[in-house]
């Protein structure tokens, strides 16, 4: 059983901050879904319309996810309302450019009063005319495909499908993020570190024991092992008081045609730290810094660092 302590958020927003935020946040989602819809009319080959549901749902998810983090949004709730929000923003604003493109350029006239005849609801002769007309894709050796029918409402319900589906994955990453309540700031990345060359027994050892301070006891072999630590630590730029260490297992093995494969899994993620444990971690494992040596060190026969170290010695 892991007795470590992991961040949980405060649960606190931001108001005014979020507020400033959905300011440029819900028109840039507009403008986007607007631009979406010109894309799709611009290009209407099959290879567009298949990805743009894809790509306009990614692209709205990290609206959503900026913002958040703009807006200092520290709740589950309200930041799974904010991607839905923005997400729904950017829907409605690609199904209005589509009515305006459909009208203007597929059905003119089509919508103007005219005498003697019993007024249809816009949108309903909007909906059914539309599933009439259907899509008209362009191929390379200029024949086309008319998608009509059943075909118009599964894309459209592919479309709110994905957007939905990376508003609210990407909102996860966002809530789950260290945040420094003095300092009103989210926590910065700190430096990389690694333990290569482990004993599995060491690392089963100390996973069975569940403590940052257990992972850090097991000691570094080989630099150049295939199967690493990696340490990454997060901490408060302001108050230097509050950190935060991910852990994950790294490997590279031969695959097949002697392609090496990378595999990896996370250990532990956003690990309360004290300063104690970050100075070990930065003395008992390889950082950035170290590497970086190591590699001129082998590049250069050992004169550069040598020369670059002698210096320090009387
Ligand atoms: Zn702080």
Redesign the pocket.
Known sequence: MNKWTTYQPSGRTDWSRLLRSLGWGLPLAALLGGLYQLILYWFPYGLVWLCSPVVLGFVLGVLAYRVEVHGHCRNKRVALLIALLLSLTGLTASHGAAFQIFVMKVAPGQFLPKPNRKPVPPLEKYLSLRQERGFVLHHKNSSATELAGGFVKFFWGLEALAVLWFGTLLTRTSRSEPY?E??H?WLAAGEVAWKPGFERQALNRALSHGTLSALLDIQSGLCMSAEKLVFTHLL?N?????HYVSVVRSWREPGPEGKPVFGSEEIGRNLRATPGDIARLKFESYTTEQVSADALRIFTGGSAVESAGSHLTP
Request: with cysteine.
């Open positions: 420094c003095d300092c700031d408060c302001h108050c230097s008081r509050l």
